[in-house]
Every structure is written in C-alpha cells, then in structure tokens.
C-alpha cells in the first residue's frame, strides 16, 4: 500500500509498480569468497566521492574564472555565482547528508544501520525494493521485523559500496543463517 502511495502520478498511469524482492530472492545463489570475517563493514568508498567533488567544483570554478575575467556583464556574473553556491552546497550535502552516508556491520548477531542494531531473531525478513525512477525513484534495503514495524534505508549509493544488488544480499543472508 505505501509502495502504491509513493508513485508518482505518471508510474500510476502507465501501472508502473515498484518490485519487491526478500534478499533471498535477490541473492539468486551468488558466491562470496569465504572465509568471510566475524563482523563485515560496508561503507562508501570517500575517497571516489570526494574526487570527483573536487573535480566538478574545480570544472565550475575555472568556467566561473573565466567568466570573471573575460568581463561579461554583471548579470550573468549574479547568476553564475548563484549557480555556483548552489553547486558547492549541493556537493557539501553529498558528502555530508547521514541519509546517503551510512554504514552497514553485518555480524553472526544481527545488522546495525545507521547506529540502529537489529538482532537477527528479531528480523522477520528482509527486502530490497526497486521503485521506478521518477521523484521517488530508488533501491531500498527493507527490513521487517516480527512486532510489524519496517525500517527502510536509501541504498542508490551501492555502487559506492562496490557492491551489486546480488552480492549485497547473498552477504545479508550468509550472516542471517550463520
């Protein structure tokens, strides 16, 4: 039903839905190189972030130099340096926004996400779900617990994790059964 509520108007027309996969779904026998350690980080590879920070605001800065010295007039100054500001804020919040910035620890107890611990009794499933691009558009990391309640966790940054979909899941589920 949230699924249903979270498309936007365009997706609902064209019946477009998300897709819901259990990471058991997901894994679809994936091997993972064993032996896998006692307690598994994921995090986001910083140092690829922060470059290619670096390299769009150094891009904008040199266009924004030029325009400085090549004496255009004082409105497209105003408006590129709004743009400007808009740039490096937009890049500050990427590399600072908790939401997209997040650590994952799988362990034989359970899995802790964003400074929450789930035990794995507690877990009755977990899913990834796909929902179709547009102003919702995205994968998430699901996790049911047995009292009812979900948590959701925005995982478009996988890639960052330098995992796929498939791998993510098979190492959810060799801890959850371990």
């Known amino acids: 039903m949230e699924e249903n509520a979270a498309l936007s108007w365009d997706d609902r027309f064209l019946k477009i839905h998300s897709i819901i996969k259990t990471t058991v779904e997901a894994a679809d026998a994936t091997k993972l ?3 896998l350690p006692d ?3 994921l995090k986001r590879k910083r140092t690829l972030q922060i470059l290619l920070s670096l ?3 150094s891009i ?3 266009i924004f130099v030029y325009i400085l010295f090549t004496k255009y007039s004082v409105g497209t100054l ?3 340096t709004i743009l ?3 740039m490096y804020f937009a890049l500050y919040q990427n590399l600072t926004a908790k939401d997209i910035n997040f650590e994952i620890q799988l362990s034989k107890k359970g899995i802790a996400v964003m400074d929450k611990f789930y035990q794995w009794p507690e ?3 977990t899913f990834l779900v796909y929902r179709p691009k547009g102003k919702t558009g995205g994968i998430y990391f ?3 617990l047995k009292n009812g309640f979900l948590d959701r966790f925005h995982m478009n940054n996988l890639l960052e994790f330098n995992l796929t979909e498939r791998t993510f899941s098979a190492l959810v589920e060799t801890y959850r059964h371990n």
């Open 60 to 62: 904008f800065t040199f």
């Open 39 to 41: 307690n598994y980080l």
């Open 55 to 57: 390299l769009m605001a």
């Open 78 to 80: 105003l408006l590129f």
């Open 123 to 125: 877990i009755q499933e």
């Open 33 to 35: 190189k064993y032996p």
């Open 142 to 144: 699901v996790i049911g």
């Open 84 to 86: 400007l500001s808009i």
